[in-house]
């Protein structure tokens, strides 16, 4: 099976710093992964995703690494904004045909 | 497109009641998901179909649950009698392939009492 496990619960950053939340995997067989946004009363809402045979992939404010060797990814986020404040769910695919979530990191973005 | 449509938003119901959420997927979209969302156990899976048929439904907690799709257009997931312990969030997602962004509607808060 697969379970996913992020470092920290809660992360708060100045606002324009950049945060970065990690994020570790179990099952070295994933291959495809995806960092989820939710805020409150909403569901979770696609950031970016990168598959295994990848190592970075940037989006707009949006920076996701993956480290295959020690099942590690991070999403990195530049001048963060209130507006990112929520939490954060990595998710893994990798047998078994489902995507497991991660316990999420909220984010929290002070002024 | 409208996104992922989840009906009711809210749903209160008392301990042996029959509790029925509802998802419209995005259209197009082969695959529909239903989570559960807890703080204890943060996202679950508990059902997925492909093109109406249900794949994998391992993750239903037990018999009182079951879930449906009778056409490409809507899903249902019905618990009955339910417990105060099935109150979560309940998400449907979709998507187009198995392995691809999943897109999640808004989600129902069920409260048993």
Redesign the interface.
């Known amino acids: 099976g697969e379970s996913v496990g992020l470092h920290l619960p809660t992360l708060s950053v100045q606002e324009g710093d950049n945060s970065i939340i990690n994020c570790a995997y179990s099952n070295s067989a994933s291959d495809y992964f995806i960092w989820y946004k939710q805020e409150s009363g909403k569901g979770p809402q696609f950031i970016i995703d990168i598959r295994s045979n990848m190592d970075k992939r940037q989006g707009q404010r949006v920076t996701v690494l993956l480290n295959k060797t020690v099942k590690h990814l991070s999403l990195q986020i530049a001048a963060t904004q209130p507006g990112d404040s929520a939490v954060y769910f990595c998710a893994a695919w990798g047998g078994g045909n489902k995507l497991t979530f991660g316990t999420g990191t909220q984010l929290k973005v002070e002024l | 497109d409208a996104g992922?449509i989840q009906s009711p938003r809210h749903e209160v119901t008392e301990m042996g009641q029959e509790v029925t959420l509802r998802c419209k997927p995005i259209s197009g979209h082969d695959y529909l998901?239903w989570y559960r969302q807890t703080m204890m156990r943060?996202?679950e899976?508990l059902i997925y179909f492909n093109n109406n048929v249900p794949?994998?439904d391992s993750?239903m907690p037990e018999d009182r649950f079951s879930a449906k799709m009778p056409n490409a257009s809507f899903s249902n997931l019905k618990i009955q009698p339910s417990e105060p312990r099935d109150s979560a969030v309940y998400?449907c997602?979709s998507s187009l392939a198995?392995?691809d962004?999943?897109?999640?509607?808004?989600?129902t808060r069920l409260t048993v009492l």
């Open positions: 992922v998901f943060g996202l899976l794949i994998d993750g998400f997602a198995v392995v962004e999943q897109f999640f509607g808004p989600g």
